[in-house]
């Protein structure tokens, strides 16, 4: 499974792809994206299965990244690994398309948890 | 205004531990960061861009978290802290440590608030006067530790 992590941080990155393979996702390879619109170039080069992405970002955020995808009519899985966690920006982001919503901090199990569903479909 | 709660300490160390290491640990801390010295001052907001909450930690203890965060060698962040800076390797992590501390003010609580930015500050220009303050040392394995206070302003 290929998944695209999106974050700004470069440090954010490497934990979550860190916590990708603790989590037990087979055969996982990634790639990276340090915002919303380098994420969109990654996309239509890498076509992963998956992506993580953080919410507030310089140049394009996750929730308009997402919006752009789903508006070209794609439909990668496309989930949230945020510091937001309020009712409002989950519930966007919901609404926007996105299958899973992880707060950070995470844990492996907290991942293992929000992804091993959305896969399984 | 804001009513969220200031972070417990268990919140405080569960937070930390899970952004830096199951080894780090949080006690309470009665004096607080010493303001006379130089430290850093993170301030969150509410949607009006009004500052709710800071999170002041002494310079040696982000230096540390910025660099525990990416593994960045301690001798690193303890340079840093004796020039009287954050490291410019280790800013970035420091930013992304203190832009998720936004949880310890807004989990489980009912306001939205985010991270604006970070300043170092000193005894001239020293952290903002707090409403309400709780206190914590942070301990974290290999790197020097020190003194947090969350605070509402």
Redesign the interface.
């Known amino acids: 499974m290929k998944v695209l992590v999106v974050d700004d941080s470069k440090a954010m990155r490497m934990i979550v792809i860190r916590t990708l393979k603790q989590s037990g996702i087979a055969n996982l390879t990634t790639v990276e994206a340090g915002n919303g619109l380098e994420g969109l170039a990654m996309v239509a080069e890498h076509k992963p299965h998956a992506i993580c992405c953080d919410w507030n970002m310089p140049e394009m955020k996750g929730i308009d990244f997402l919006k752009k995808l789903r508006a070209d009519g794609n439909e990668t899985l496309f989930g949230f690994v945020t510091s937001e966690c309020s009712a409002e920006v989950k519930k966007e982001a919901e609404d926007s398309g996105a299958a899973f919503f992880i707060v950070k901090p995470f844990t492996p199990n907290a991942f293992e948890a929000a992804l091993t569903p959305v896969l399984a479909h | 205004m804001c009513s969220n709660p200031l972070p417990t300490l268990n919140t405080v160390e569960k ?1 930390m531990q ?2 830096l290491g199951n080894q780090v640990e949080a006690r309470n801390s009665a004096p607080g960061p010493d303001l006379n010295k130089p430290h850093v001052v993170a301030s969150y907001v509410d949607d009006a861009q009004a500052v709710q909450r800071v999170l002041v930690c002494e310079l040696g203890l982000a230096n540390s978290m910025g660099a525990a ?2 593994m960045i060698p301690a001798g690193v962040a303890n340079d840093a802290t004796k020039a009287g800076v954050v490291a410019e390797n280790i800013a ?2 420091l ?2 440590v203190l ?2 501390c ?2 310890l003010f ?2 489980n609580a009912p306001d ?1 608030l ?2 604006k930015d970070l300043q170092v500050c000193g005894p001239k220009n020293p952290a903002p006067p707090v409403k309400q303050a709780v206190k914590y040392a942070i301990d974290i394995p290999r790197y020097i530790g020190g003194s947090l206070l969350a605070g509402s302003i």
């Open positions: 937070l899970c952004l965060m990416s970035g992590n930013g992304e832009n998720i936004v949880n807004t989990e939205r985010t991270f």
